[in-house]
């Protein structure tokens, strides 16, 4: 009989992830955390199953049919079976209502992010519409539209599924893409006063959900991102209609295949003014720094669900003698990448606390720190997912190649999280216009203050040091400047979450458990410092002198 090798396999993703164990012992009160981790178990028992499910079925994609059989338009998309139970899991589990929930007041956001975080994966990206779903019920309360809030938070926040509703996000156009200002969509208003949107949206995650938030131009109104406002869109009419929506294709994406991303046309569509009739980044910015936090933890859940499966597999498969977990140079490859995890994870949870905090009060500290913190903490940790996937993929060898061991999927998978929600370039460039010209000696101090004393914190004096000089270097050079974002943003996302692994490393440390230091010492030993000093003259004679 020939060699047969076991696959991997999940444990119950609550109770075999130490990481999430001792955040949950060191962030939430006992009773918070009792009340809690029944719930949380039921997502990590689900999130094994399906991960064996899924390797037991062909995978399933989204189908559209654009045409009945006489010849009617009628456009409509069958979701997959993983889909068509998350209506019944997020009412069940409240992945959206639990951060908008009265009873926790700041802690919310922490409840929510750790449901959502053991869901993610096992999710099939329906994690991407509650995203947005959230991050318009955020987006409807700031902006104080009672009739709209009314409305649609009912449906947004349900814990019946019968009465959940998902939105959709629609920003993304064909000239306006990250540069949203291009945006063609036009609002204009009907014979009855009613305003109707006529455009073409080019990416739209969420068409199969009830309602969506998007950016129209007022007809009469000027050029540019400020004249755009924000509107209001139900899909489908009281009869199950289309709302004067028509749409044109599903895309053929590298992952997140199950996901029924759309391109479609509006065709005077109704909407309504969410707000006055202009503005509407600054009034879609709330949706924006939601689903840009929950890119962050559905990134660390990739991480999570990498690093589970590299493990198992180290511990099953043989080598050269002995079990890969054995090898010296896997075992050190692999603390390598948990390490890096370890990091992000105490970055992406603080910013979900911080966000709690923010919603209920919070000081103007906590808000200037949370506005810099998210686009940081979206870019880096969309990074390091595919870093993450990508070497998972070569753990398991050529089996990480083949399609059907369901590692691959976990790369193509993560690759969204750079570039939804804002590219790596652009959320850096938006950490700059956070930071200011004079946030950054607040930032600085806000994270030694987290820090305790000890190599992290020398690592970290002298990397924000180095990074301050750097900024004061460029502050009067604004091409200089965005040329050297990217490098500047990561290293203050790695500084951010040195600090709080070294926070909590100092917490589980007095209980007995090593693990996290181990995991500090390998970090700070990666170094802190992206800085990047590349000459603008040589970016220059290498771009404009024919090369590549
Ligand atoms: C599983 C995980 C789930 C994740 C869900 C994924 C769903 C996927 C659906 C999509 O991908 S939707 C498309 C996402 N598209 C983007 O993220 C667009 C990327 N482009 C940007 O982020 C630009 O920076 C942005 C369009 C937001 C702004 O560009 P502009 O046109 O140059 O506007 P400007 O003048 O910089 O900002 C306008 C106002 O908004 C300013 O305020 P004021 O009017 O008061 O001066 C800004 O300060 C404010 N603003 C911009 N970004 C902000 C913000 N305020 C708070 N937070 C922010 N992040």
């Not at 064996?52 to 079976?81: C, H, Y």
């Not at 500090?520 to 410092?529: E, K, M, R």
Request: contains cysteine; neutral net charge; proline residues 3%.
């Amino acid at each position: 009989m020939d060699f047969l090798q076991s696959p991997p396999l999940l444990r119950n993703t609550f109770d075999s992830d130490a990481t999430l164990q001792s955040y949950i012992a060191r962030a939430l009160p006992a009773d918070v955390a009792g009340a809690i981790r029944h719930d949380l178990f039921e997502l990590g028992a689900y999130a094994a199953q399906a991960w064996l499910d899924a390797r037991s079925r062909a995978p399933q994609t989204p189908q559209l049919t654009q045409w009945n059989a006489w010849g009617e338009r009628i456009d409509r998309i069958e979701t997959t079976a993983t889909w068509q139970r998350g209506a019944a899991l997020t009412a069940r589990y409240g992945f959206v209502a639990a951060g908008h929930e009265a009873h926790l007041g700041a802690l919310a956001r922490v409840d929510q992010f750790l449901r959502v975080y053991l869901y993610h994966v096992a999710s099939e990206f329906h994690s991407c519409p509650l995203a947005m779903s959230d991050g318009a019920a955020t987006a409807l309360e700031a902006s104080g539209h009672r009739a709209l809030c009314e409305r649609a938070l009912p449906h947004l926040l349900a814990r019946d599924a019968t009465h959940l509703w998902l939105s959709g996000q629609w920003m993304t156009e064909t000239a306006g893409g990250s540069d949203v200002g291009h945006t063609g969509t036009i609002a204009r208003r009907d014979a009855d006063g009613r305003w109707r949107l006529h455009g073409r949206k080019w990416f739209t995650s969420a068409v199969v959900g009830e309602m969506a938030l998007t950016l129209a131009r007022p007809e009469g109104a000027g050029d540019g991102a400020d004249a755009l406002a924000l509107f209001y869109v139900e899909t489908c009419d009281a009869n199950g209609a289309w709302n004067g929506i028509r749409i044109d294709r599903l895309k053929d994406k590298l992952g997140t295949r199950e996901l029924p991303t759309a391109e479609i046309h509006l065709e005077g569509a109704l909407a309504q003014p969410v707000g006055e009739l202009a503005h509407g980044v600054r009034a879609i910015a709330p949706m924006l720094n939601v689903t840009r936090t929950w890119n962050a933890v559905c990134a660390v859940a990739t991480m999570r669900r990498c690093l589970d499966l590299a493990f198992d597999y180290a511990r099953r498969r043989r080598a050269f003698g002995r079990a890969l977990v054995e090898q010296p140079l896997h075992r050190a490859t692999l603390a390598g990448l948990a390490a890096e995890f370890e990091a992000a994870f105490q970055l992406v949870f603080f910013v979900a606390e911080l966000l709690g905090r923010c919603e209920h009060g919070g000081d103007a500290d906590d808000k200037r720190l949370l506005r810099v913190l998210t686009p940081l903490a979206k870019l880096w940790t969309g990074k390091l997912a595919v870093r993450i996937a990508s070497e998972t993929c070569e753990a398991f060898g050529g089996a990480g190649y083949i399609e059907d061991t369901g590692i691959p999927q976990l790369l193509r998978d993560a690759q969204v999280f750079p570039i939804w929600e804002g590219t790596t370039n652009v959320l850096a460039l938006d950490a700059l216009r956070a930071l200011g010209k004079d946030g950054f000696d607040s930032l600085s101090a806000r994270l030694q203050d987290l820090c305790p004393n000890g190599t992290a914190s020398e690592a970290l004096r002298t990397t924000l040091a180095a990074a301050q000089s750097w900024f004061a270097a460029h502050a009067g050079d604004r091409a200089a400047l965005e040329a050297g974002a990217r490098g500047f943003a990561v290293t203050l996302a790695r500084c951010a979450a040195a600090a709080l692994l070294a926070r909590h490393a100092a917490w589980v440390r007095e209980r007995g458990d090593v693990r996290t230091d181990a995991a500090l010492s390998i970090f700070t030993g990666h170094g802190l410092s992206r800085l990047d000093a590349t000459p603008m003259d040589a970016v220059a004679r290498l771009i404009d002198n024919g090369a590549p």
